[in-house]
C-alpha cells in the first residue's frame, strides 16, 4: 500500500501541506474518493449511457459488441447530444437562478425592504434603466431600481421574442445566431425547453439537439449571468482594482475565522458587513479573539475580493483542506461546489458548517435560512454562531500553513478601460493599439474550476505561464483566478518574470499585472463585453470570431463549466477544454463541437489535457487570427519558459 500522504496532490504548498496533515488527521479527501471510484465507467466517461426512461438504462458499447442503439432506438450521437444539452440546461439554470436572486434583492432593497443593502452604482443603475429603454427623470435609485428589476425579471420569464442583452453582442454575431435558429427567448423558457425536447422520443437529430444546448448556454451567458455581473454591480457596487491577499496563510488562528464557500454575493456581502459591526466586533473581543477574520473560498470569495479585498483562503479543491486547518470556526455555504462531505468536519471539530440557502441542505448540518429582507439580521445570527464556535474551539490544535500571496483584483470592462487608458483616454485603444502593433498577441480567457484528475492547480498555472511568456495578456475568473492569485501571476512584478517581452512593456506602462482577475464564474459576461469593445474600438476584427482572442478551461469539472464553454465558442471564441466533454463516443457531436460549429459561430472547442499543448493551441488560434487581419508580426520573440515548481510535475 503506498503511502497516500506522500502523493502529490497539488502545486500550491500550502494545499499539500494540510493534504499530508489531512492524512495524519486520518481524513479522506476527494482525490481518495475519486481514487476508491475506479475504475470510472466508461460508458458515463463516453457519454454513452441513457437513462432517459425507464425502458433503460441502456449503454451501447463503442466497439461494436453488443446492442448498437437503445431500447427506442436511440444512437450514440443521440444519446450523447441529450446528455449534453441536459448538463448545460443545469449549468444554465444555476446561473441563472443565482442572477434571479440578484434581481430579487435588487427589487426588495429599491422598495426599502431589503435590511442591510442599498443601491451602491447609480450611475450604473442609470445606463442600464436607460438601456431598458425606461424614462429616468424624476426617479429616485429606489424606484428605478425596482423598474430595472421588473424588466430583468421579465426577461427571466420571456416567452416570445428575443432576450434582451443579446442586442449587445456584435450584429455579426447576432445574424450567425439568428441564421442557426439559436437567439434564446427567456432565459426560464430554454432551460425547460432543453429539458424538454431530451425526454424520451423528441428530439431524435443529433445536431438539433447540440443547437439546443447551446441555446440554452446563450440564455446564460447572454442573460442569467450577464444580469447577474451587471445588477451585483448596482447593488454591491463595480469593482476597482484593489490589493489583497491569497491562500490558507489568510486564516489568524487567533481571530474568529468564518470562510464563506459558494456564489451568491447577497449572503457574502451581509456577513462582511455583519462581521465590522462595533457589536459583533465587541462580542469577538470579549471571547478573546483578536478581531473576525472572513475569507473566502470559490466564486463567492471573488465576489467580495473584487469589491471589499477580502482575502481568498483557497479555491474549489481546498474547501476540505480549509476546515483540515482546525482554526475555520465557520465555513457558511450557499449553494454550488460545496461538498456534502464538510458535514465530516463539523462531527470531528468545533468548526460549523452553516447551510443558508433554501435550496441547499446538508445531512448533520445547522441550518439558518437567509432572507435578503432581513439579511443583516440573519448574517449578524450567523458571525455571533462563529464567535460561539471560536470559544469552543478553545487551545485545540490548529495548523495553518504560513503561506498567502499577494494580488491585485478588481477588473471589470469599465475599470480596463480607464486603467488602459487613463483617466482622460477612457478606452480600448490602448489595448488594441498594443495587439495592432504586436506588443500584446492576443488576450485569453482562462477559467473555471479543479478538477481531481490533475494535480491542483497545475493545469491553470502551466497554461497561463506558456501564455504570457508569449505576450498573450490572460483575464481570468472563478477557480482559475485563484489558483494564479496564489501563485503570484497577479501582482504587477509577475510581469518582470513570467511575461513575454512585449506584454512586459504593456504591463510596465500601465502598471497591471499580465493576468488580470475579472472576478466570479457569472462574470464571464464581463470577458464577452470586453471583446464587443475590442470590436467597437476597431481595427482588430468587426466580430468577435475575428478578434485575436481565445478562452480555456484546463481543470473544468461542473456542468455550469459546460454551459460556459457552449456560450463562449457560439459567441465565436475557441475555447480549448483539459478533460473532454462526455461525448466522445459520440462521432457526429464530437464533430460538430471541434469543427462543425465553426461554420455556424466563428468558434469551436477543443480538448487537450496538457496545459502546455492547450496554450500553444491557443496560440497558434491567436496567430491564425493576426494572420486573417495582416498583423502576423510580433514586436519581441517569446520569453525561455520559467523553470516550472518542483511539485508541479504529474498527474494525480
Ligand atoms: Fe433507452 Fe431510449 Fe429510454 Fe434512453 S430513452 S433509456 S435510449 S429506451
Ligand atoms: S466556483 S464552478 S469550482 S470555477 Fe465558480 Fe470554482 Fe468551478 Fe465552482
Avoid at 102 to 119: C, F, K, N, Q
Avoid at 142 to 167: C, I, M, W
Avoid at 235 to 256: C, M
Avoid at 503 to 523: F, N
Wanted: hydrophobic share 40%.
Amino acid at each position: 500500500m503506498p503511502d497516500k500522504s506522500k502523493k502529490i496532490r497539488s502545486v500550491d504548498p500550502a494545499a499539500q501541506q494540510m493534504v499530508e496533515h489531512s492524512y495524519e488527521k486520518g481524513f479522506t479527501l476527494a482525490w481518495d474518493r475519486y481514487e476508491a471510484l475506479q475504475p470510472q465507467c466508461q460508458f458515463g466517461t463516453l457519454g454513452l449511457c441513457c437513462k432517459n426512461c425507464i425502458l433503460g438504462p441502456c449503454r451501447i458499447d463503442p466497439f461494436g459488441e453488443g446492442a448498437d442503439c437503445g431500447v427506442c432506438g436511440a444512437t450514440v450521437d443521440v444519446i450523447a447530444a441529450r446528455n449534453l444539452a441536459r448538463h448545460a440546461a443545469v449549468g444554465a439554470a444555476a446561473h441563472s437562478d443565482h442572477g434571479r436572486d440578484i434581481v430579487h434583492t435588487l427589487r426588495l432593497a429599491g422598495a426599502g425592504g431589503a435590511e442591510g443593502y442599498e443601491i451602491k452604482n447609480e450611475t450604473k443603475l442609470i445606463k442600464l434603466a436607460e438601456e431598458f429603454g425606461l424614462k429616468t427623470d424624476g426617479k429616485d435609485a429606489g424606484k428605478l431600481a425596482q423598474e430595472v428589476a421588473e424588466v430583468a425579471y421579465a426577461d427571466f420569464g420571456r416567452q416570445e421574442g428575443q432576450l434582451r442583452l443579446v442586442s449587445r453582442a456584435p450584429e455579426a454575431q447576432q445574424k450567425m445566431w439568428s441564421e442557426a435558429g439559436v437567439t434564446p427567448t427567456g432565459v426560464d423558457a430554454e432551460v425547460v425547453r432543453a429539458l424538454h425536447s431530451t425526454h424520451m422520443g423528441v428530439d431524435n437529430e443529433p445536431e438539433h439537439i447540440v443547437r439546443t444546448a447551446i441555446k440554452t448556454a446563450l440564455a446564460d451567458g447572454w442573460g442569467g449571468s450577464m444580469y447577474a455581473t451587471d445588477l451585483s454591480d448596482v447593488l454591491f457596487g463595480a469593482p476597482d482594482p484593489l490589493k489583497a491577499r491569497a491562500n490558507l496563510g489568510v486564516i489568524r488562528p487567533e481571530a474568529v475565522n468564518i470562510i464563506v464557500h459558494g456564489h451568491e454575493p447577497t449572503l457574502s456581502e451581509m456577513i462582511v458587513a455583519a462581521s465590522q459591526t462595533p457589536d459583533m466586533l465587541e462580542k469577538a473581543a470579549e471571547a478573546g479573539a483578536d478581531g473576525i477574520q472572513i475569507a473566502g473560498i470559490c466564486c463567492t470569495a471573488n465576489e467580495i475580493l473584487m469589491r471589499h479585498a477580502i482575502p481568498i483562503a483557497g479555491n474549489f479543491l481546498q474547501q476540505e483542506l480549509a476546515l483540515a486547518t482546525g482554526a475555520v470556526d465557520a465555513m457558511i455555504v450557499d449553494v454550488q461546489c460545496v461538498f456534502p462531505n464538510a458535514a465530516q468536519y463539523a462531527s470531528c471539530m468545533s468548526t460549523r458548517i452553516i447551510s443558508t440557502s433554501t435550496k441547499a441542505r446538508f445531512e448533520g448540518v445547522e441550518h439558518v435560512e437567509f432572507e435578503e429582507s432581513r439579511g443583516l439580521e440573519v448574517a449578524k445570527d450567523i458571525v455571533g454562531r462563529a464567535i460561539e464556535a471560536f470559544q469552543e474551539r478553545g487551545d485545540s490544535e490548529t495548523v495553518v500553513p504560513d503561506v498567502s500571496e499577494e494580488l491585485v483584483a478588481g477588473y471589470t470592462v469599465e475599470s480596463i478601460f480607464s486603467t488602459l487608458g487613463g483617466r482622460y483616454r477612457p478606452l480600448f485603444r490602448p489595448l488594441n493599439n498594443a495587439i495592432r502593433d504586436g506588443r500584446i498577441r492576443g488576450v485569453a480567457g482562462v477559467v473555471g474550476c479543479n478538477n481531481v484528475k490533475i494535480t491542483h492547480d497545475e493545469g491553470h498555472l502551466k497554461m497561463v505561464r506558456e501564455l504570457i511568456r508569449n505576450d498573450v495578456l490572460v483575464v481570468q475568473t472563478g477557480c482559475s483566478a485563484i489558483a494564479c492569485a496564489k501563485a503570484g501571476l497577479m501582482k504587477p512584478e509577475a510581469a518582470e518574470v513570467y511575461a513575454g517581452e512585449g506584454l512586459r512593456e504593456v504591463c510596465r506602462a500601465v502598471g497591471i499585472a499580465p493576468v488580470l482577475h475579472v472576478g466570479s464564474c457569472v462574470d464571464n459576461t464581463r470577458i464577452l463585453l470586453a471583446c464587443v469593445e475590442m470590436v467597437k474600438e476597431g481595427g482588430i476584427g468587426d466580430d468577435i470570431s475575428e478578434l485575436p482572442v481565445a478562452g480555456a478551461a484546463p481543470e473544468w469539472m461542473s456542468e455550469k463549466a459546460i454551459a460556459i464553454a457552449l456560450y463562449v465558442a457560439a459567441s465565436g471564441i475557441y475555447t480549448c477544454l483539459g478533460d473532454s466533454f462526455p461525448i466522445m463516443g459520440a462521432p457526429k457531436v464530437r464533430n460538430y463541437l471541434l469543427d462543425g460549429m465553426e461554420k455556424d459561430f466563428g468558434g469551436k472547442l477543443a480538448f487537450e489535457n496538457d496545459p502546455v499543448q492547450g496554450a500553444r493551441l491557443m496560440i497558434e488560434h491567436i496567430d491564425s487570427k493576426r494572420e486573417a487581419l495582416g498583423l502576423d508580426e510580433m514586436m519581441y520573440e517569446p520569453i525561455e519558459p520559467v523553470e516550472e515548481d518542483v511539485r508541479a510535475s504529474s498527474r494525480a
